[in-house]
């Protein structure tokens, strides 16, 4: 069975950073690609990074680009996400996801972990 | 990129089906066949129900389908249940390898 653990939510300062981390298991971890899905309370879903198997290739959101690090480390089945300067619009639920393909290349995501909530406020 | 628009609620009789759209642009919906839609139940993590447009993965029911006609991918849900009432999300592959969403659709069973 496929789980994804994420790791690292909590209350935050604005303008601090945070690092979230998911450990994925019950599947080929550096085989698939991976990325990060945040939901702001009450609101829709936004697809915010993704990356390949084997962390050569990244890709973000426009409105997120140059805040926001994924990275992964398969030797630790673990997926990361470090966000910089946070703003009380980062507000959200942020869920780790597994592609349906090792590339960021099938519009599929397959499966999602329980998510992890990050509050930013003063 | 801007997200994919969907109705923002749709309802329906037990037994009816309802159809739910997910307008693009050429840079998504319009030019890859690589929609999805996903189920999401009030306080849970959303669910693949749908992929590549009209596939299903394994275990899911067959009274979801897919369709897509130009920039315009659909959901349909047939023999509506009790237990579809949920929010509905599509996504696409953009170009330039990156998702979108879709902006949400509430189900209401009537």
């Known amino acids: 069975e496929v789980q994804l653990v994420e790791s690292g939510g909590g209350l935050i300062q604005p303008g601090e950073s945070l690092r979230l981390s998911c450990t994925g298991s019950g599947f080929t971890f550096r085989s698939c690609a991976m990325s990060w899905v945040r939901q702001a309370p009450g609101k829709g879903l936004e697809w915010v990074s993704g990356i390949g198997y084997d962390g050569d290739t990244t890709h973000y959101a426009d409105s997120v680009k140059g805040r926001l690090t994924i990275s992964r480390d398969n030797s630790k089945t673990t997926l990361y996400l470090q966000i910089n300067s946070l703003r009380a619009e980062d507000t959200a639920v942020y869920y780790c996801t597994k592609d349906g393909g090792s590339l960021i290349d099938t519009g599929r995501i397959e499966n999602w972990g329980q998510g992890t909530l990050v509050t930013v406020s003063t | 990129q801007s997200a994919l628009t969907q109705p923002a609620s749709v309802s329906g009789s037990p037994g009816q089906s309802i159809t739910i759209s997910c307008t693009g642009t050429s840079s998504d919906v319009g030019t890859y066949n690589l929609v999805s839609w996903y189920q999401q139940h009030p306080g849970k993590a959303p669910k693949l129900i749908i992929y590549?447009?009209?596939k299903r993965p394994s275990g899911i029911s067959n009274h979801f389908s897919g369709s897509k006609s130009g920039h315009t991918a659909s959901l349909t849900i047939s023999g509506l249940q009790a237990e579809d009432e949920a929010d509905y999300y599509c996504?696409?592959?953009?170009?330039?390898?990156?998702?979108?969403f879709g902006t949400g659709t509430k189900v209401t069973v009537l």
């Open positions: 996504c696409s592959f953009v170009t330039g390898n990156t998702y979108v």
């Open positions: 590549e447009v009209t």
